[in-house]
Protein backbone atom coordinates (compact mmCIF):
# COMPACT_ATOMS: atom_id res chain seq x y z
CA UNK A 1 0.00 0.00 0.00
CA UNK A 2 1.32 2.99 -1.05
CA UNK A 3 2.29 5.18 2.14
CA UNK A 4 0.28 8.49 3.08
CA UNK A 5 1.69 12.08 4.51
CA UNK A 6 1.65 11.61 7.96
CA UNK A 7 -0.84 14.65 8.72
CA UNK A 8 -2.06 13.22 11.50
CA UNK A 9 -0.54 11.06 13.78
CA UNK A 10 -2.67 9.12 16.45
CA UNK A 11 -1.68 7.05 19.17
CA UNK A 12 -4.53 4.50 21.18
CA UNK A 13 -3.03 3.39 24.11
CA UNK A 14 -3.42 0.54 26.50
CA UNK A 15 -6.13 -0.91 24.95
CA UNK A 16 -7.87 -4.54 24.65
CA UNK A 17 -7.31 -4.80 20.69
CA UNK A 18 -9.27 -7.56 18.27
CA UNK A 19 -6.93 -7.78 15.95
CA UNK A 20 -7.82 -10.60 12.86
CA UNK A 21 -5.39 -13.44 12.16
CA UNK A 22 -7.27 -15.07 9.16
CA UNK A 23 -10.35 -15.48 10.46
CA UNK A 24 -9.02 -16.35 14.48
CA UNK A 25 -9.38 -13.34 16.34
CA UNK A 26 -6.70 -12.48 18.47
CA UNK A 27 -7.52 -10.47 21.66
CA UNK A 28 -4.51 -8.18 22.06
CA UNK A 29 -4.64 -7.06 25.83
CA UNK A 30 -2.91 -3.52 26.97
CA UNK A 31 -1.07 -3.06 23.31
CA UNK A 32 -1.11 0.44 21.44
CA UNK A 33 -1.86 1.05 18.03
CA UNK A 34 -0.27 3.94 16.35
CA UNK A 35 -1.93 5.73 13.48
CA UNK A 36 -0.26 8.01 11.03
CA UNK A 37 -1.93 9.85 8.23
CA UNK A 38 -4.95 7.35 6.57
CA UNK A 39 -3.04 4.16 7.82
CA UNK A 40 -2.49 1.95 11.16
CA UNK A 41 1.24 2.38 11.18
CA UNK A 42 2.31 -0.12 14.13
CA UNK A 43 0.73 -1.99 16.42
CA UNK A 44 2.76 -3.27 19.64
CA UNK A 45 2.63 -4.27 23.60
CA UNK A 46 4.61 -0.54 23.88
CA UNK A 47 4.65 2.09 21.53
CA UNK A 48 6.54 5.26 22.50
CA UNK A 49 4.21 8.36 21.27
CA UNK A 50 5.99 10.52 18.52
CA UNK A 51 6.35 14.08 19.47
CA UNK A 52 3.83 15.22 16.95
CA UNK A 53 0.88 12.17 18.37
CA UNK A 54 -2.33 12.87 20.08
CA UNK A 55 -2.71 9.85 22.37
CA UNK A 56 -5.64 8.57 23.01
CA UNK A 57 -6.26 6.60 26.39
CA UNK A 58 -7.58 3.03 25.72
CA UNK A 59 -7.37 2.21 29.02
CA UNK A 60 -11.05 0.11 29.72
CA UNK A 61 -11.53 0.12 26.13
CA UNK A 62 -12.01 -2.65 23.65
CA UNK A 63 -10.64 -1.81 20.17
CA UNK A 64 -12.30 -2.90 17.30
CA UNK A 65 -12.27 -2.64 13.33
CA UNK A 66 -14.62 -0.46 12.28
CA UNK A 67 -17.85 -2.75 10.76
CA UNK A 68 -18.76 -2.53 6.79
CA UNK A 69 -22.64 -2.28 5.83
CA UNK A 70 -22.82 -4.04 2.75
CA UNK A 71 -26.30 -3.06 1.31
CA UNK A 72 -28.26 0.15 2.28
CA UNK A 73 -30.48 2.91 0.79
CA UNK A 74 -28.49 5.74 2.65
CA UNK A 75 -31.35 8.72 1.12
CA UNK A 76 -34.23 7.70 3.39
CA UNK A 77 -33.34 9.52 6.84
CA UNK A 78 -36.81 11.50 6.34
CA UNK A 79 -38.82 8.50 5.83
CA UNK A 80 -37.69 6.97 9.26
CA UNK A 81 -40.46 5.50 11.74
CA UNK A 82 -43.26 5.28 8.88
CA UNK A 83 -42.39 1.34 8.39
CA UNK A 84 -43.11 0.04 11.74
CA UNK A 85 -45.54 -2.11 11.10
CA UNK A 86 -45.23 -2.45 7.06
CA UNK A 87 -44.87 -5.51 4.90
CA UNK A 88 -42.97 -5.10 1.86
CA UNK A 89 -45.93 -3.61 -0.33
CA UNK A 90 -46.38 -1.41 2.18
CA UNK A 91 -42.70 -0.53 2.22
CA UNK A 92 -43.28 0.66 -1.54
CA UNK A 93 -45.87 2.68 -1.45
CA UNK A 94 -44.38 5.01 1.70
CA UNK A 95 -40.46 4.51 1.30
CA UNK A 96 -39.91 3.49 -1.85
CA UNK A 97 -42.48 5.41 -4.07
CA UNK A 98 -41.93 9.04 -1.47
CA UNK A 99 -38.38 9.12 -3.81
CA UNK A 100 -40.74 11.35 -6.25
CA UNK A 101 -40.87 13.86 -3.38
CA UNK A 102 -37.15 14.65 -2.84
CA UNK A 103 -35.81 17.52 -4.27
CA UNK A 104 -31.61 17.23 -4.44
CA UNK A 105 -31.78 19.20 -1.33
CA UNK A 106 -33.68 16.78 0.71
CA UNK A 107 -31.49 13.75 -0.67
CA UNK A 108 -28.53 15.89 0.37
CA UNK A 109 -30.01 16.26 3.96
CA UNK A 110 -31.34 12.38 4.25
CA UNK A 111 -27.99 10.93 2.68
CA UNK A 112 -25.93 13.34 5.61
CA UNK A 113 -28.60 12.32 8.42
CA UNK A 114 -27.75 8.45 7.16
CA UNK A 115 -24.13 8.39 7.00
CA UNK A 116 -23.52 10.17 10.11
CA UNK A 117 -25.99 7.61 11.81
CA UNK A 118 -23.95 4.93 10.32
CA UNK A 119 -21.05 6.45 11.25
CA UNK A 120 -22.40 6.98 15.00
CA UNK A 121 -23.34 3.72 15.61
CA UNK A 122 -19.67 1.68 14.91
CA UNK A 123 -20.44 1.47 10.99
CA UNK A 124 -17.21 2.91 8.74
CA UNK A 125 -17.93 1.76 5.20
CA UNK A 126 -21.45 1.38 3.71
CA UNK A 127 -22.17 -0.51 0.24
CA UNK A 128 -24.95 2.55 -0.61
CA UNK A 129 -27.42 0.98 -3.27
CA UNK A 130 -28.65 4.58 -4.05
CA UNK A 131 -32.23 3.86 -5.78
CA UNK A 132 -33.08 7.91 -5.67
CA UNK A 133 -31.89 9.22 -8.73
CA UNK A 134 -34.41 11.23 -10.39
CA UNK A 135 -31.97 13.31 -12.10
CA UNK A 136 -28.43 14.17 -12.13
CA UNK A 137 -28.34 16.60 -9.75
CA UNK A 138 -29.88 14.32 -6.99
CA UNK A 139 -26.99 11.63 -7.44
CA UNK A 140 -24.48 15.02 -7.51
CA UNK A 141 -26.27 15.82 -4.27
CA UNK A 142 -26.15 12.08 -2.92
CA UNK A 143 -22.61 12.13 -3.31
CA UNK A 144 -21.75 15.62 -2.08
CA UNK A 145 -23.88 14.50 1.35
CA UNK A 146 -21.52 11.37 1.27
CA UNK A 147 -18.14 13.00 0.94
CA UNK A 148 -18.93 14.99 3.42
CA UNK A 149 -19.79 12.91 6.37
CA UNK A 150 -16.84 11.28 6.88
CA UNK A 151 -18.28 8.14 6.18
CA UNK A 152 -16.18 5.47 3.49
CA UNK A 153 -18.88 4.70 0.94
CA UNK A 154 -20.07 2.88 -2.16
CA UNK A 155 -21.98 5.10 -3.54
CA UNK A 156 -23.56 2.72 -6.42
CA UNK A 157 -25.28 4.91 -8.76
CA UNK A 158 -28.68 3.18 -9.66
CA UNK A 159 -31.12 3.55 -13.06
CA UNK A 160 -35.15 3.61 -11.22
CA UNK A 161 -38.56 4.19 -12.39
CA UNK A 162 -39.10 7.34 -12.11
CA UNK A 163 -43.06 8.54 -11.52
CA UNK A 164 -43.92 11.42 -14.05
CA UNK A 165 -46.99 11.89 -11.85
CA UNK A 166 -48.48 10.97 -8.81
CA UNK A 167 -51.60 13.24 -7.86
CA UNK A 168 -54.70 12.53 -5.90
CA UNK A 169 -56.24 10.53 -9.30
CA UNK A 170 -52.92 9.22 -10.62
CA UNK A 171 -49.31 7.49 -10.83
CA UNK A 172 -47.84 8.03 -13.61
CA UNK A 173 -44.45 6.37 -14.59
CA UNK A 174 -41.96 8.26 -17.44
CA UNK A 175 -41.50 5.99 -20.54
CA UNK A 176 -37.66 5.84 -19.78
CA UNK A 177 -35.74 4.18 -16.93
CA UNK A 178 -32.23 4.72 -18.40
CA UNK A 179 -32.45 8.40 -19.87
CA UNK A 180 -29.55 9.98 -21.96
CA UNK A 181 -28.15 12.02 -18.96
CA UNK A 182 -28.17 8.96 -16.43
CA UNK A 183 -25.50 7.31 -18.96
CA UNK A 184 -23.96 10.77 -19.47
CA UNK A 185 -23.19 11.22 -15.74
CA UNK A 186 -22.75 7.68 -15.31
CA UNK A 187 -19.52 7.99 -17.47
CA UNK A 188 -18.32 11.09 -15.85
CA UNK A 189 -18.54 10.01 -12.47
CA UNK A 190 -16.39 6.78 -13.39
CA UNK A 191 -13.76 9.18 -14.99
CA UNK A 192 -13.78 11.68 -11.74
CA UNK A 193 -14.43 8.70 -9.01
CA UNK A 194 -13.62 8.79 -6.07
CA UNK A 195 -14.49 11.74 -4.22
CA UNK A 196 -14.17 12.45 -1.27
CA UNK A 197 -10.52 12.57 -0.19
CA UNK A 198 -10.75 9.09 -1.40
CA UNK A 199 -13.55 8.09 0.45
CA UNK A 200 -16.46 7.75 -1.69
CA UNK A 201 -16.34 5.01 -4.50
CA UNK A 202 -18.44 5.08 -7.71
CA UNK A 203 -20.71 1.56 -7.93
CA UNK A 204 -23.71 0.40 -9.69
CA UNK A 205 -26.68 -0.35 -8.15
CA UNK A 206 -28.78 -2.32 -10.93
CA UNK A 207 -32.55 -3.93 -10.34
CA UNK A 208 -33.48 -3.73 -14.07
CA UNK A 209 -33.27 -7.17 -15.04
CA UNK A 210 -36.22 -6.58 -17.97
CA UNK A 211 -33.48 -5.07 -20.02
CA UNK A 212 -32.52 -7.38 -23.02
CA UNK A 213 -29.31 -9.40 -21.47
CA UNK A 214 -27.70 -7.94 -24.49
CA UNK A 215 -27.82 -4.52 -23.28
CA UNK A 216 -27.37 -5.41 -19.42
CA UNK A 217 -24.18 -7.53 -19.91
CA UNK A 218 -22.93 -3.78 -22.42
CA UNK A 219 -23.62 -1.85 -19.60
CA UNK A 220 -21.88 -3.77 -17.23
CA UNK A 221 -18.35 -4.27 -19.52
CA UNK A 222 -18.79 -0.53 -19.76
CA UNK A 223 -18.88 -0.10 -16.32
CA UNK A 224 -16.16 -2.95 -15.47
CA UNK A 225 -14.00 -0.78 -18.09
CA UNK A 226 -14.19 2.52 -17.26
CA UNK A 227 -13.35 1.55 -13.62
CA UNK A 228 -16.56 0.78 -11.60
CA UNK A 229 -15.25 -1.73 -8.98
CA UNK A 230 -18.69 -2.61 -7.20
CA UNK A 231 -21.48 -3.86 -8.95
CA UNK A 232 -25.01 -4.68 -6.55
CA UNK A 233 -28.15 -5.93 -7.13
CA UNK A 234 -31.49 -7.20 -5.16
CA UNK A 235 -31.77 -10.61 -5.30
CA UNK A 236 -34.93 -12.62 -3.47
CA UNK A 237 -36.32 -15.72 -4.59
CA UNK A 238 -38.24 -18.09 -2.58
CA UNK A 239 -40.52 -21.52 -3.02
CA UNK A 240 -41.01 -21.04 -6.38
CA UNK A 241 -38.81 -22.43 -9.33
CA UNK A 242 -36.83 -20.02 -10.86
CA UNK A 243 -33.86 -20.08 -12.61
CA UNK A 244 -30.31 -17.91 -11.83
CA UNK A 245 -30.51 -14.51 -13.02
CA UNK A 246 -26.46 -14.79 -13.79
CA UNK A 247 -26.46 -17.29 -17.08
CA UNK A 248 -23.17 -18.43 -16.31
CA UNK A 249 -21.69 -17.23 -19.75
CA UNK A 250 -23.21 -13.98 -19.22
CA UNK A 251 -19.26 -13.36 -17.57
CA UNK A 252 -21.72 -10.58 -15.28
CA UNK A 253 -21.08 -13.02 -12.24
CA UNK A 254 -17.65 -12.15 -10.89
CA UNK A 255 -16.42 -11.19 -7.07
CA UNK A 256 -17.06 -7.02 -7.87
CA UNK A 257 -21.19 -8.47 -6.84
CA UNK A 258 -22.69 -7.86 -4.23
CA UNK A 259 -26.13 -10.05 -4.14
CA UNK A 260 -28.79 -8.22 -1.14
CA UNK A 261 -30.83 -10.98 0.70
CA UNK A 262 -30.63 -13.82 -1.66
CA UNK A 263 -33.17 -15.50 0.34
CA UNK A 264 -34.65 -18.48 -0.54
CA UNK A 265 -32.90 -19.21 -3.90
CA UNK A 266 -32.42 -22.86 -4.88
CA UNK A 267 -29.14 -24.51 -3.03
CA UNK A 268 -27.63 -24.52 -6.45
CA UNK A 269 -27.67 -21.01 -6.99
CA UNK A 270 -25.65 -20.32 -3.73
CA UNK A 271 -22.98 -22.96 -5.18
CA UNK A 272 -23.00 -20.58 -8.14
CA UNK A 273 -22.49 -17.49 -6.12
CA UNK A 274 -19.39 -19.14 -4.40
CA UNK A 275 -17.78 -20.53 -7.07
CA UNK A 276 -17.72 -17.39 -8.81
CA UNK A 277 -16.56 -15.11 -5.46
CA UNK A 278 -19.51 -12.86 -5.70
CA UNK A 279 -21.26 -12.47 -1.92
CA UNK A 280 -24.64 -12.28 -0.66
CA UNK A 281 -25.87 -9.22 2.16
CA UNK A 282 -28.11 -10.60 4.29
CA UNK A 283 -30.39 -8.04 6.28
CA UNK A 284 -32.05 -9.79 9.05
CA UNK A 285 -34.15 -6.58 10.20
CA UNK A 286 -35.89 -6.06 6.91
CA UNK A 287 -36.03 -9.33 5.81
CA UNK A 288 -37.71 -10.84 8.46
CA UNK A 289 -39.98 -8.38 8.89
CA UNK A 290 -41.23 -7.39 5.34
CA UNK A 291 -41.22 -10.80 4.17
CA UNK A 292 -38.24 -11.56 2.22
CA UNK A 293 -37.38 -14.66 3.61
CA UNK A 294 -34.84 -16.44 6.25
CA UNK A 295 -31.35 -14.60 6.63
CA UNK A 296 -29.03 -17.10 4.68
CA UNK A 297 -25.53 -15.29 5.93
CA UNK A 298 -24.99 -18.50 8.14
CA UNK A 299 -25.60 -21.07 5.91
CA UNK A 300 -22.97 -23.67 5.59
CA UNK A 301 -22.99 -23.17 1.71
CA UNK A 302 -22.74 -19.28 1.61
CA UNK A 303 -20.98 -17.89 4.58
CA UNK A 304 -17.54 -18.36 3.36
CA UNK A 305 -19.26 -15.51 0.77
CA UNK A 306 -21.78 -13.73 2.98
CA UNK A 307 -21.53 -10.48 4.25
CA UNK A 308 -24.05 -8.18 6.39
CA UNK A 309 -26.31 -5.04 5.55
CA UNK A 310 -28.94 -2.53 7.19
CA UNK A 311 -30.89 -1.88 4.36
CA UNK A 312 -33.59 0.81 5.81
CA UNK A 313 -32.68 3.16 8.55
CA UNK A 314 -36.25 4.43 7.75
CA UNK A 315 -37.04 0.51 9.10
CA UNK A 316 -34.37 -0.38 11.52
CA UNK A 317 -31.36 0.73 13.39
CA UNK A 318 -28.28 1.19 11.31
CA UNK A 319 -25.59 -0.61 13.56
CA UNK A 320 -24.50 -3.67 12.22
CA UNK A 321 -24.22 -4.94 15.48
CA UNK A 322 -28.13 -5.63 15.69
CA UNK A 323 -27.68 -7.15 12.42
CA UNK A 324 -25.41 -9.72 13.24
CA UNK A 325 -27.22 -10.52 16.85
CA UNK A 326 -30.71 -11.36 15.12
CA UNK A 327 -28.68 -12.86 12.33
CA UNK A 328 -26.90 -15.02 14.56
CA UNK A 329 -29.75 -15.88 17.20
CA UNK A 330 -31.96 -16.78 14.40
CA UNK A 331 -29.61 -19.28 12.67
CA UNK A 332 -28.85 -20.78 15.67
CA UNK A 333 -32.94 -21.32 16.50
CA UNK A 334 -33.09 -22.95 12.95
CA UNK A 335 -30.02 -25.27 14.03
CA UNK A 336 -31.61 -26.45 16.86
CA UNK A 337 -34.98 -27.16 16.01
CA UNK A 338 -33.34 -29.44 13.21
CA UNK A 339 -31.16 -31.07 15.99
CA UNK A 340 -33.94 -31.26 18.44
CA UNK A 341 -36.46 -32.76 15.61
CA UNK A 342 -33.49 -35.21 15.16
CA UNK A 343 -33.67 -36.28 18.80
CA UNK A 344 -30.80 -34.80 19.43
CA UNK A 345 -30.20 -31.94 22.66
CA UNK A 346 -29.56 -28.15 22.36
CA UNK A 347 -26.46 -27.13 21.28
CA UNK A 348 -24.93 -24.41 19.70
CA UNK A 349 -22.87 -24.45 16.44
CA UNK A 350 -22.52 -20.69 15.35
CA UNK A 351 -19.97 -19.12 17.31
CA UNK A 352 -20.21 -15.08 18.28
CA UNK A 353 -16.73 -14.93 16.53
CA UNK A 354 -18.19 -16.18 12.80
CA UNK A 355 -20.76 -13.40 13.77
CA UNK A 356 -18.20 -10.80 14.21
CA UNK A 357 -16.09 -11.80 11.34
CA UNK A 358 -19.39 -11.40 9.24
CA UNK A 359 -19.21 -7.71 10.14
CA UNK A 360 -16.04 -7.12 9.55
CA UNK A 361 -13.41 -8.77 7.54
CA UNK A 362 -16.39 -10.76 5.44
CA UNK A 363 -17.84 -6.89 4.80
CA UNK A 364 -14.55 -6.14 3.32
CA UNK A 365 -13.78 -9.56 1.06
CA UNK A 366 -17.51 -8.33 -0.13
CA UNK A 367 -16.47 -4.97 -1.32
CA UNK A 368 -13.02 -6.13 -2.82
CA UNK A 369 -10.98 -4.30 -0.41
CA UNK A 370 -9.83 -6.78 2.11
CA UNK A 371 -5.95 -5.56 1.89
CA UNK A 372 -6.93 -1.81 2.95
CA UNK A 373 -10.28 -2.41 5.64
CA UNK A 374 -12.03 -4.81 8.20
CA UNK A 375 -9.59 -5.89 10.17
CA UNK A 376 -6.54 -3.99 12.38
CA UNK A 377 -3.67 -4.65 10.77
CA UNK A 378 0.18 -2.67 9.99
CA UNK A 379 -0.67 -1.13 6.57
CA UNK A 380 -4.27 -0.83 6.54
CA UNK A 381 -6.49 2.02 6.68
CA UNK A 382 -6.99 3.02 10.12
CA UNK A 383 -11.07 2.26 10.11
CA UNK A 384 -11.49 1.69 14.11
CA UNK A 385 -14.08 1.37 16.55
CA UNK A 386 -13.38 2.01 20.34
CA UNK A 387 -15.97 0.58 22.64
CA UNK A 388 -16.49 1.80 26.41
CA UNK A 389 -16.52 -1.10 28.71
CA UNK A 390 -17.71 0.58 31.65
CA UNK A 391 -21.33 1.12 30.62
CA UNK A 392 -23.64 -1.31 32.66
CA UNK A 393 -24.44 -3.39 29.75
CA UNK A 394 -20.22 -4.15 28.87
CA UNK A 395 -18.92 -4.37 32.24
CA UNK A 396 -18.10 -8.10 33.06
CA UNK A 397 -19.21 -9.14 29.75
CA UNK A 398 -15.53 -7.14 28.44
CA UNK A 399 -13.46 -8.64 31.19
CA UNK A 400 -14.79 -12.15 30.75
CA UNK A 401 -14.95 -12.01 26.86
CA UNK A 402 -14.44 -9.08 24.58
CA UNK A 403 -15.99 -10.76 21.59
CA UNK A 404 -19.19 -11.93 23.38
CA UNK A 405 -19.28 -7.97 24.98
CA UNK A 406 -19.39 -6.80 21.38
CA UNK A 407 -21.55 -8.86 19.72
CA UNK A 408 -24.02 -9.76 22.15
CA UNK A 409 -24.00 -6.66 24.43
CA UNK A 410 -23.12 -3.86 23.15
CA UNK A 411 -24.93 -1.23 21.62
CA UNK A 412 -24.36 2.48 19.98
CA UNK A 413 -24.36 4.01 23.35
CA UNK A 414 -21.06 2.12 24.11
CA UNK A 415 -19.36 3.23 21.27
CA UNK A 416 -17.18 6.19 22.34
CA UNK A 417 -14.77 6.81 19.54
CA UNK A 418 -15.04 6.15 15.77
CA UNK A 419 -11.88 6.58 13.32
CA UNK A 420 -12.34 6.61 9.68
CA UNK A 421 -9.58 7.07 7.38
CA UNK A 422 -7.24 7.71 10.36
CA UNK A 423 -9.70 10.82 11.15
CA UNK A 424 -12.06 10.90 14.32
CA UNK A 425 -15.54 11.37 13.27
CA UNK A 426 -16.80 10.57 17.02
CA UNK A 427 -15.27 10.85 20.43
CA UNK A 428 -16.93 10.79 23.75
CA UNK A 429 -19.71 9.22 22.35
CA UNK A 430 -20.32 12.56 20.10
CA UNK A 431 -20.54 13.13 16.63
CA UNK A 432 -17.62 15.55 15.82
CA UNK A 433 -18.25 18.61 13.59
CA UNK A 434 -18.27 18.09 9.62
CA UNK A 435 -17.27 20.22 7.11
CA UNK A 436 -19.32 20.10 4.10
CA UNK A 437 -19.02 19.82 0.49
CA UNK A 438 -21.72 21.27 -1.54
CA UNK A 439 -24.31 21.79 1.35
CA UNK A 440 -27.46 23.70 0.64
CA UNK A 441 -27.73 26.72 2.39
CA UNK A 442 -23.93 26.11 3.75
CA UNK A 443 -21.62 25.54 0.56
CA UNK A 444 -18.80 24.07 0.73
CA UNK A 445 -15.83 24.20 3.37
CA UNK A 446 -18.44 25.11 6.25
CA UNK A 447 -18.05 23.19 9.60
CA UNK A 448 -21.42 22.46 11.11
CA UNK A 449 -22.36 20.48 13.90
CA UNK A 450 -24.82 17.10 13.93
CA UNK A 451 -27.76 19.77 15.49
CA UNK A 452 -27.37 21.57 11.95
CA UNK A 453 -28.38 18.13 10.13
CA UNK A 454 -31.43 17.62 12.64
CA UNK A 455 -32.34 20.53 12.05
CA UNK A 456 -32.28 20.87 8.14
CA UNK A 457 -33.62 17.05 7.89
CA UNK A 458 -36.77 18.05 9.92
CA UNK A 459 -37.39 20.86 7.73
CA UNK A 460 -36.78 18.63 4.35
CA UNK A 461 -38.82 15.83 6.55
CA UNK A 462 -41.78 18.29 6.99
CA UNK A 463 -41.84 19.60 3.01
CA UNK A 464 -41.43 15.84 1.66
CA UNK A 465 -45.04 15.05 4.16
CA UNK A 466 -46.59 18.18 2.55
CA UNK A 467 -45.77 17.02 -1.14
CA UNK A 468 -47.43 14.21 -0.37
CA UNK A 469 -50.53 15.35 1.07
CA UNK A 470 -52.03 15.86 -2.30
CA UNK A 471 -51.11 12.33 -3.49
CA UNK A 472 -53.81 8.79 -3.26
CA UNK A 473 -51.56 6.15 -1.64
CA UNK A 474 -54.76 4.12 -2.30
CA UNK A 475 -54.48 4.99 -6.02
CA UNK A 476 -50.82 4.18 -6.14
CA UNK A 477 -51.44 0.64 -4.40
CA UNK A 478 -54.49 0.13 -7.35
CA UNK A 479 -51.66 0.81 -9.83
CA UNK A 480 -49.31 -1.76 -8.29
CA UNK A 481 -52.26 -4.55 -8.11
CA UNK A 482 -53.35 -3.57 -11.54
CA UNK A 483 -49.78 -3.78 -12.82
CA UNK A 484 -49.25 -7.36 -11.72
CA UNK A 485 -52.53 -8.78 -10.67
CA UNK A 486 -54.94 -7.86 -13.48
CA UNK A 487 -58.03 -7.05 -11.09
CA UNK A 488 -57.05 -4.52 -8.51
CA UNK A 489 -60.80 -5.45 -6.99
CA UNK A 490 -60.05 -9.05 -6.43
CA UNK A 491 -57.41 -8.69 -3.99
CA UNK A 492 -57.65 -11.80 -2.25
CA UNK A 493 -57.84 -13.21 -5.98
CA UNK A 494 -54.76 -11.49 -6.91
CA UNK A 495 -52.87 -13.03 -4.60
CA UNK A 496 -53.19 -16.31 -5.30
CA UNK A 497 -52.75 -15.47 -9.06
CA UNK A 498 -48.72 -15.39 -9.12
CA UNK A 499 -47.34 -14.40 -12.52
CA UNK A 500 -45.70 -17.09 -14.31
CA UNK A 501 -42.09 -17.41 -13.28
CA UNK A 502 -40.18 -17.50 -16.70
CA UNK A 503 -37.11 -19.92 -16.42
CA UNK A 504 -35.54 -18.09 -18.78
CA UNK A 505 -36.40 -14.85 -17.16
CA UNK A 506 -34.58 -12.54 -14.43
CA UNK A 507 -38.32 -12.84 -12.65
CA UNK A 508 -37.86 -13.82 -9.01
CA UNK A 509 -40.79 -14.55 -7.07
CA UNK A 510 -41.47 -16.19 -3.71
CA UNK A 511 -43.75 -17.33 -1.07
CA UNK A 512 -43.37 -16.52 2.47
CA UNK A 513 -46.13 -18.43 4.77
CA UNK A 514 -46.57 -18.66 8.31
CA UNK A 515 -43.80 -19.27 10.79
CA UNK A 516 -42.34 -18.93 14.01
CA UNK A 517 -40.47 -15.80 12.95
CA UNK A 518 -42.69 -14.39 10.37
CA UNK A 519 -46.80 -14.06 11.65
CA UNK A 520 -47.85 -12.93 8.52
CA UNK A 521 -48.68 -14.56 5.59
CA UNK A 522 -47.38 -12.49 1.96
CA UNK A 523 -47.09 -13.28 -1.77
CA UNK A 524 -44.04 -11.22 -2.73
CA UNK A 525 -41.98 -10.34 -5.94
CA UNK A 526 -39.16 -8.35 -6.52
CA UNK A 527 -40.24 -9.03 -10.14
CA UNK A 528 -39.01 -7.22 -12.72
CA UNK A 529 -42.18 -7.65 -14.10
CA UNK A 530 -42.65 -4.74 -16.44
CA UNK A 531 -41.03 -1.87 -17.71
CA UNK A 532 -41.03 0.00 -14.89
CA UNK A 533 -38.89 -2.64 -12.67
CA UNK A 534 -41.20 -2.23 -9.81
CA UNK A 535 -40.73 -4.73 -6.93
CA UNK A 536 -44.42 -6.06 -5.27
CA UNK A 537 -45.39 -8.01 -2.93
CA UNK A 538 -49.35 -8.55 -1.47
CA UNK A 539 -49.44 -8.88 2.29
CA UNK A 540 -52.35 -10.79 2.89
CA UNK A 541 -52.41 -9.99 6.35
CA UNK A 542 -54.22 -6.60 4.76
CA UNK A 543 -56.86 -8.45 3.37
CA UNK A 544 -57.77 -10.87 6.05
CA UNK A 545 -56.59 -14.04 5.04
CA UNK A 546 -56.17 -16.41 7.14
CA UNK A 547 -53.03 -18.34 7.52
CA UNK A 548 -52.38 -21.36 4.85
CA UNK A 549 -49.87 -24.45 5.44
CA UNK A 550 -46.21 -23.91 4.59
CA UNK A 551 -46.26 -24.25 0.91
CA UNK A 552 -43.07 -26.31 -0.62
CA UNK A 553 -41.23 -25.86 -3.80
CA UNK A 554 -43.02 -29.37 -4.70
CA UNK A 555 -46.22 -27.55 -4.71
CA UNK A 556 -45.37 -25.54 -7.21
CA UNK A 557 -44.89 -27.29 -10.48
CA UNK A 558 -45.68 -26.79 -13.55
CA UNK A 559 -49.41 -26.80 -12.75
CA UNK A 560 -49.33 -23.90 -11.00
CA UNK A 561 -49.72 -21.74 -13.35
CA UNK A 562 -51.44 -18.69 -12.29
CA UNK A 563 -50.83 -16.40 -14.96
CA UNK A 564 -52.98 -13.55 -14.95
ZN1 LIG B 1 -32.53 -2.90 -0.48
Not at 136 to 165: Q, W
Request: proline share 5%; aromatic share 8%.
Amino acid sequence: MASTPATDTILLKGGTFLAHEGTNVQILKGYDLLIEGKEIRKIAKEITPPSRARVVDCTNKIVSPGFIDTHHHMWQSQLKGRHADHGFLDYMLHGSLPSYNYKPDDIYWGQLAGCLESLDSGVTTVVDHAHMTYSADHATAGINASASSGLRIFFCYTAIPRVKEWSSSQLEYEDEVFPEWWHTQLESLARSQPFGDGRVYLGLGFDSWKLPEKDIIDLWTKCRESGIKLFTTHYVVNATPGKFPFPQESGLLKPDLILSHSTGAPDEDYKIIREHGAFVSSTPDTELQMGLGYPVAFRDDIKSNASFGVDLHSNNSADILTQLRIGMQYARAIEDEKRVRNGGHPAVNIKVQEAFNLGTIQGAKAVGMEDKIGSLAEGKLADIVIFDTRSPAMVGAAEEDPLAALVLHASVRDIDTVIVDGKIRKENKTLRPIEVQGAPKFGSGTQIKWADVVDEMLASRAVIKKRSESQSVDVAREVLYRRYSGNPKDTQGSALRLPRVKRTSLYFTRIIMETAFIEKVRLCSTAAADSHDLAWCWDMTAVKLQPVPMLQPKDLSDDFDPTP
